[in-house]
């Protein structure tokens, strides 16, 4: 069989286009091939090609997608690489294709299905712990992505989901009680964890992560 093609978006600085290498690294020990798709083009060609979605992490999300003005330590990724990633995402779950987000693309998730975020969680929060370093999440009910207990993760964010989208179910947190992964019910394969698994390839919970995306992939060859 082969294997199936991966989607992975871009983002932009200045005339270039900006991924780092350890997104499609992980999607190759899966067994995927990696694609990179620059922020341009049919979003609803794209979606008909490729056989799953990982949207990676990156800056900010737009304050303005979740109706907020922005506070000062926002730093918002380009209009044009969201609002593809939105159209992208939208077409592509017309086929029922899986969806992995990753940090600044999980939350990005969250907002297509109206939820919002926190723009700066040690701000807003005064968070207990520091989420720029590696912390402990507890996943709170057995599932088929994560196991229930207790792992630890890394952490470079400095935004947080606060109001979970529609139809969105959350079942891991941080010690302080921020969502940490969520999955869409009643869909094939939709995750979103707020951590970065591509930079954990050492790490069992991680790989697995990577290879339960390429295998839900794999169904629509």
Known sequence: MKSPIIGITTDIEGEYLKIKCQYSESIVMAGGSPVLIPPAGDTSLYAGIIDGLLIPGGDDLDPVYYN?????????????????????????????KPVLGICYGMQLIN??????????????????????????????????????GRFSVNSTHHQAIKELGAGLSSFAYSTDNLIEAFNLKDYPFLIGVQWHPERMKDDEISLNLFNLFVQASSHNK
């Open 111 to 148: 907002v297509a299905f109206g939820g919002s975020l926190y723009q700066d969680i040690d701000f807003q929060l005064k968070v207990e712990i520091n989420h720029k370093k590696d912390y402990h999440i507890a996943v709170i009910a057995e599932n088929k992505f994560l196991k229930k």
């Open 68 to 96: 907020e003005a922005p506070m000062l330590k926002v730093k918002p990724v380009s209009k044009d690489r969201s609002n593809f990633e939105f159209s992208l995402l939208k077409n592509l779950m017309k086929f029922r």
